[in-house]
């Protein structure tokens, strides 16, 4: 059975990296509850409110924020994708010669058209 | 069964070796920052506690793990504890498929194992690029937690500023993952392998000078570091998304700060530098005879490697000034963006050209 044998090279490869997970995510979490038990806690309302240098907090704290923010969001996972589009070409580059190479090329063209659209409609300006 | 026991038991001996070993540099690194920093500016430093301040880590660990942890009033208790552990957790797991030393082999009980290597699995990068992304969560969700509006403000932009520049990072690397002809981090380290010009930053038919510039100008402001610390900036937003956060979760952020600093420095090391590999071919105690201690060297290159682009974080703080966060924005999507485009381009066509 070659199947199984290539599922269970394929775990063994990947159990570490899921021990590792669970072990980062227990540190942190029996570390919290630790220190929950050892720290004082006097809570009172002045201790409480948050922070705004000394002056009473006014207005909810979610308040509106710039659009541009969305923007580059958005530019982001665009740009992101197509960047991951990459890896599999650039991985498999000397197998797959000429061709390959004449693809990616069309789909970098694509890519700068995008980014040179975003440029000129003045997406990546920030005032 | 048994050797499966075995081989989970090897395991976490390794994970809670590497746990350690980054919780220790993590402490060497605080005073070390401290040290440097001071000495770059002709001060001593932190001087009080133990000889020359070196118990100081400690010191600040233990005052923060005792330390009262305030949840401010009208914040989210759920998100706003969880946000922290999910940074420390991404910064953390990255180190499951970072190659620490050269893949050889020992035998125990019977079972092959390596043991500077937790886990090779053939999408590496990939990986690590997909859990540190999550890092970006825990800083927007622990600053929106928080009902400060510093920390608001200072979540968004730090969110903004980390997908910026981590599309630079994925360009950045592509040239090197094109050479490699892989994206596991072993092989790609094996593949830079013999004298110093074989590295990924200098060989031949394309050097990736460019794209090592690009990387870790990107890594810097990745990491929220000087002079790409918009997010914490104190001047205008106290300690931006942490500015409510105290003992153990503030620590918390900390280190996964920290961490993802070693982090983008191992992957730096691995990517570019050679990893493992001294700059000449082999090993010199293989040479002189002394085979089964080849390793040593193999481990003390890459910590070397790695503890260089350290101290470049802390060089980095020392001299330069903040930027503005205009400036910080056209700099990644304007300059670094083509820069790392168009370095795959040439490296594509060099690569075509003048196969190896």
Same mark, same amino acid.
Not at chain 1, 26 to 34: D, E, K, M, W
């Given at each position: 059975?070659?199947?199984s044998?290539?599922?269970l090279?394929y775990?063994g ?10 072990i980062?995510?227990a ?8 220190? *929950? ?15 705004e240098?000394?002056s009473?907090?006014?207005s909810d704290?979610? #308040?509106?924020?710039?659009?541009? *923010? *969305? ?15 990459? *890896?599999p ?11 390959g190479?004449?693809? #990616? ?5 694509l ?14 300006e920030?005032? | ?6 081989r ?5 001996a ?11 540099? @993590?402490?060497? %690194?605080?005073?070390?920052?401290r ?6 500016? +002709?001060r ?13 880590p400690?010191?600040?660990? !233990?005052?923060?793990f ?9 914040? =989210?208790?759920? &998100?706003?504890? &969880? ?6 957790v991404?910064? %953390?797991i ?11 082999t ?5 079972i092959?194992?390596?043991? $500077?290597?937790?886990? +090779?699995?053939?999408?590496?990068? %990939?990986y ?5 992304s @999550? ?19 200072g ?9 910026s520049?981590? !599309? ?16 596991s981090?072993v ?7 013999g ?18 510039v690009? /990387? ?7 990491? =929220? ?6 997010p914490e900036?104190?001047?205008? !937003? ?5 500015t409510?956060y105290s ?6 952020f900390?280190?996964?700060?920290y ?6 420095s ?7 530098l ?9 090993t ?16 003390v290159?890459?910590?070397a490697k790695?503890y $260089? ?5 802390f060089w980095?703080r ?6 503005? /966060?205009?400036?910080?924005m056209r700099?990644g ?5 083509? @820069?790392?485009?168009g =370095?795959i !381009? ?8 003048f196969?190896?």
């Amino acid at each position: 059975m070659a199947g199984s044998e290539q599922l269970l090279d394929y775990l063994g490869r990947y159990f570490p990296v899921l021990l590792f997970i669970g072990i980062a995510l227990a540190f942190g979490v029996v570390t919290l509850v630790l220190s *929950y038990f050892v720290q004082p806690k006097y809570p009172e309302s002045e201790k409480l409110s948050t922070y705004e240098c000394g002056s009473e907090p006014f207005s909810d704290a979610r #308040m509106p924020f710039p659009v541009r *923010y *969305y923007i580059f969001a958005m530019l982001f996972v665009i740009f992101d994708i197509e960047v991951i589009f990459l *890896y599999p070409w650039a991985v498999t580059f000397f197998k797959i010669g000429l061709v390959g190479l004449i693809e #990616m090329l069309i789909f970098i063209a694509l890519f700068v058209v995008a980014y040179v659209y975003a440029w000129k409609k003045g997406a990546l300006e920030w005032d | 069964m048994a050797e499966l026991a075995l081989r989970m038991a090897f395991s976490l001996a390794q994970i809670t070796v590497v746990m350690g070993v980054i919780m220790l540099t @993590i402490m060497v %690194l605080t005073l070390a920052e401290r040290k440097v920093l001071g000495w770059m500016q +002709d001060r001593m430093g932190p001087m009080e506690v133990g000889p020359y301040g070196i118990l100081q880590p400690v010191a600040d660990g !233990l005052k923060l793990f005792f330390k009262e942890d305030i949840v401010p009033a009208g914040a =989210n208790r759920f &998100l706003f504890s &969880l946000a922290p552990i999910l940074a420390l957790v991404a910064a %953390l797991i990255g180190f499951a498929v970072v190659p620490f030393g050269p893949d050889t082999t020992i035998e125990l009980f019977g079972i092959q194992f390596k043991p $500077f290597i937790i886990s +090779d699995i053939n999408i590496g990068i %990939l990986y690590i690029l997909a859990f540190t992304s @999550i890092g970006a969560y825990g800083v927007i969700l622990g600053g929106w937690a928080s009902n400060s509006k510093y920390s608001l403000l200072g979540g968004l932009r730090s969110a903004a500023q980390v997908i910026s520049y981590e !599309l630079n990072v994925g360009l950045a690397i592509v040239g090197v993952l094109l050479l490699a002809g892989s994206l596991s981090l072993v092989k790609i380290t094996q593949a830079q392998a013999g004298w110093f010009w074989n590295w990924y930053v200098f060989a031949p038919p394309f050097p990736q000078l460019l794209a090592f510039v690009v /990387y870790v100008i990107s890594a810097v402001a990745e990491t =929220n570091r000087v002079p790409f610390d918009l997010p914490e900036a104190e001047s205008e !937003l106290v300690a931006g998304f942490f500015t409510e956060y105290s003992g153990m979760r503030f620590a918390f952020f900390f280190i996964a700060e920290y961490a993802n600093m070693i982090l983008v420095s191992c992957i730096a090391a691995a990517l570019f530098l050679g990893g493992w590999n001294a700059p000449y071919p082999g090993t010199a105690l293989a040479r002189m005879g002394f085979v089964q201690f080849a390793w040593v060297e193999n481990v003390v290159w890459f910590a070397a490697k790695v503890y $260089f682009f350290l101290f470049l974080f802390f060089w980095l703080r020392a001299t330069l000034p903040r930027l503005r /966060y205009d400036q910080l924005m056209r700099f990644g999507w304007k300059v670094m963006l083509p @820069i790392a485009l168009g =370095n795959i !381009l040439v490296t594509a066509i060099a690569a075509y050209l003048f196969p190896r």
